[in-house]
């Protein structure tokens, strides 16, 4: 059972923006803690980083995708939808209670 | 720079199990490295993460005395073990390193090794 909770799916029109959130608690998102990472997984494939450090993103990362924070909650917005945003997204945050990060459930994102 | 994982592993339950993972393009010492596991058609969840300048090692709960890691600095490989393994510990398994520094995102993957358990 992960300790965030992501909606299982999530889906938008090609062009159009969806937002996935992520909820945790004061032990982790909402504990003072700038560690929030999201990752895309599409089929077969190892997981690639979207966002690190809540809104950052690696070189490479389209600006189509941004990251932020409020309370307890972490969001990954995708701009501009594409036919290949389709894929497995998955937030990712420190936990002080064990002193490593945990994962959310992931949501399923269909482009239609 | 790259972590390149060993191949796919069937086991009986009760067997013993190691897997690796080779990084290649850095300094291996320089920043930790750990592994995650993907039960199939499930999420990811962290597993263990080593230091290997230091070996100060970090576990997941759920995963603390199930599985050992550890890393060997002089072949830039990173390991996962298991004395007995369990058909529940059916899943892929990534490494994956934080460049940047532990919880600031895994920017580099490897490319999975699937273990089964099956008697």
């Known amino acids: 059972q992960s300790v965030l909770t992501q909606p299982p799916s999530a889906s938008g029109s090609v062009g159009q923006s969806v937002t996935i959130s992520c909820t945790g608690s004061?032990?982790?998102?909402?504990?003072?803690?700038?560690?929030v990472s999201w990752y895309q997984q599409h089929p077969g494939k190892a997981p690639t980083l979207l966002i690190f450090?809540?809104?950052k993103r690696p070189f490479g990362v389209p600006d189509r995708f941004s990251g932020s924070k409020s309370g307890n909650t972490a969001s990954l917005t995708v701009s501009g939808l594409q036919a290949d945003d389709e894929a497995d997204y998955y937030c990712?945050?420190?936990?002080?209670?064990?002193?490593?990060?945990?994962f959310g459930g992931g949501t399923k994102l269909t482009v239609l | 720079v790259q972590l390149e994982q060993s191949g796919p592993e069937v086991r009986e339950p009760g067997e013993s199990l190691k897997i690796s993972c080779k990084a290649s393009?850095?300094?291996?010492?320089?920043?930790?490295i750990g592994w995650v596991r993907q039960v199939p058609g499930k999420g990811l969840e962290w597993v263990a993460v080593?230091?290997?300048?230091?070996?100060?090692?970090i576990y997941s709960p759920s995963f603390q005395g199930q599985v050992t890691i550890s890393a060997e600095w002089a072949i830039a490989t990173a390991f996962l073990q298991w004395s007995h393994v369990r058909s529940s510990d059916t899943a892929v398994y990534y490494c994956?390193?934080?460049?940047?520094?532990?919880?600031?995102?895994?920017?580099?993957w490897g490319q999975g090794t699937l273990v089964t358990v099956s008697s």
């Open positions: 990712a945050a420190y936990g002080d209670t064990d002193n490593l990060e945990v």
């Open positions: 450090d809540v809104n």
């Open positions: 393009g850095y300094t291996f010492t320089h920043s930790w």
């Open positions: 994956a390193r934080p460049s940047r520094g532990l919880f600031h995102g895994l920017d580099i």
């Open positions: 080593v230091d290997p300048h230091s070996s100060d090692v």
């Open positions: 004061s032990s982790d998102i909402g504990g003072g803690y700038d560690f």
